[in-house]
């Protein structure tokens, strides 16, 4: 019988599809619409270190040291509490895998709140170290270094599974996801997508482009993990961004992936989005004679693909080398 179940970082989901992180997933509520559409699992909206930071920040003036330690803690309290409330209501109320979310760029403090999270019930935690490295003193590989030291302090706190959400900014993400491996990960998803400025040139103010992904963005995601996935396959693989149909969680799961995470698909065009993506992806297995999602994950990646890897570059040659326009 066809099945559509999978497994992600240790995590048994009854099918690929996970909400991620964002304002779908903030509220007990939500969650709940979540899992009645269809989703095998969901992560959390993330607590923001630098939102922390800011919001305490503005307790400063208050005339000595003491009553400004005392109101920035009482605000970073606040902040996690709520966020470990939310846990505990998701649990409640529905019974796919609720995967935490911690979006930080330091090293510290964040050892004692995973652990809150997993007491509260999570199933999982998934880490995000989003930043861009702009100094011109910066010293090379310190930022991939931070990754490291951050899931070491993170593992040393909590037993469920660790998950490493990255930037797609690095010169080589395979290296650091091996390391990932090396220090504990259970899983990666590649990519997280940065805030993309642009500038009014009528205001001459900066402005943003969308927030939400495209389905060209799909192709960078394909890419890595075809060879993050034949490099390290000890791991577990969701792709992030790009996904709008059952097409996109395709090509995933052939590339490698055992889950994807969506969220501006169903921003734009509803919940009710998932029922037809699981119904693409049962329908191709059904016509290709697959089974199991297992049954063809990493298919396409740059393992499967002979000595020349068309990952790489050799599809841009062809390309180029056929091309009359």
Request: glycine share 8%; with cysteine; net charge negative.
């Amino acid at each position: 019988m066809l099945q559509l179940k999978t497994t992600f970082a240790g995590l048994s989901l009854e099918n690929p599809i996970i909400v991620g992180s964002s304002g779908l997933t903030d509220s007990a509520e939500k969650i709940k619409a979540i899992e009645k559409a269809g989703a095998g699992a969901v992560v959390l909206k993330s607590v923001f270190e630098e939102q922390i930071k800011a919001e305490s920040g503005h307790m400063d003036g208050y005339g000595s040291p003491e009553a400004e330690d005392y109101l920035q803690t009482y605000v970073r309290s606040h902040a996690l509490s709520h966020h470990v409330d939310l846990i505990r209501e998701a649990k409640k109320s529905c019974r796919i895998p609720v995967i935490a979310s911690i979006n930080c760029y330091s090293d510290s403090e964040w050892t004692d709140f995973a652990r809150l999270m997993e007491e509260a019930g999570a199933d999982a935690l998934e880490l995000n170290v989003l930043s861009l490295q702009t100094g011109k003193e910066y010293a090379y590989g310190s930022f991939e270094q931070r990754h490291i030291e951050i899931l070491r302090h993170i593992k040393k706190a909590v037993n469920i599974p660790v998950i490493f959400k990255l930037g797609s900014n690095f010169t080589n993400p395979v290296a650091l996801v091996n390391q990932l491996y090396a220090n504990g990960a259970a899983a990666v998803v590649l990519f997280n997508r940065f805030y993309q400025p642009d500038i009014n040139i009528d205001s001459q103010s900066l402005t943003h482009i969308s927030v939400l992904s495209n389905p060209h963005e799909l192709a960078e995601r394909i890419r890595w993990t075809a060879i993050a996935s034949a490099e390290v396959p000890q791991l577990d693989y969701a792709v992030s961004g790009g996904i709008y149909d059952g097409k996109g969680i395709i090509k995933a799961i052939l590339a490698g992936a055992s889950a994807v995470e969506i969220c501006s698909a169903f921003y734009q065009h509803g919940l009710e989005e998932a029922e037809a993506m699981k119904q693409t992806l049962a329908e191709w297995m059904k016509d290709k004679g697959y089974e199991s999602v297992a049954s063809f994950k990493g298919k396409m990646n740059a393992c499967t693909v002979g000595e020349v890897n068309p990952f790489e570059r050799t599809q841009f040659m062809k390309y180029y080398s056929e091309y009359k326009g």
